[in-house]
């Protein structure tokens, strides 16, 4: 079956770098387009970044661009977040997913989600 395992999280002051992984299992990983998720405590959940299947095109949120940079090793069947310049407001769950291509990129499985703590 479809299993996201994200890892990497962790408690850290602000200004500080954070690098999550996915491992994805149970499908076609390589042809699949793939997200990040966050939610905050209260908010709902946003987008943070998603790409195509080949990674060739890679789309972040307003809030995070020049500070998070997605990437995929399709060889490895893994997805990954590297978090720059944290703040507290990037406190979050963080969750990889398996999305829609395209302009509908509605997730279809979820990871458990990894927990990210950002200190002023």
């Known amino acids: 079956q479809v299993q996201l395992v994200e890892s990497g999280g962790g408690s850290v002051q602000a200004g500080g770098s954070l690098r999550l992984s996915c491992a994805a299992s149970?499908?076609?990983?390589?042809?699949?387009?793939m997200g990040w998720f966050r939610q905050g405590p209260g908010k709902e959940r946003e987008l943070v970044a998603r790409?195509?299947?080949?990674?060739?095109?890679?789309y972040y949120s307003d809030s995070v661009k020049g500070r998070f940079t997605m990437s995929r090793d399709n060889a490895k069947n893994t997805l990954v977040l590297q978090l720059n310049s944290l703040n507290p407001e990037d406190t979050a769950m963080y969750y990889c997913?398996?999305?829609?291509?395209?302009?509908?990129?509605?997730?279809?499985?979820w990871g458990q989600g990894t927990q990210v703590t950002v200190s002023s």
């Open positions: 997913a398996r999305i829609k291509c395209g302009d509908d990129y509605r997730p279809t499985y």
């Open positions: 149970g499908y076609s990983f390589s042809t699949s387009c």
């Open positions: 790409t195509t299947a080949t990674g060739s095109a890679t």
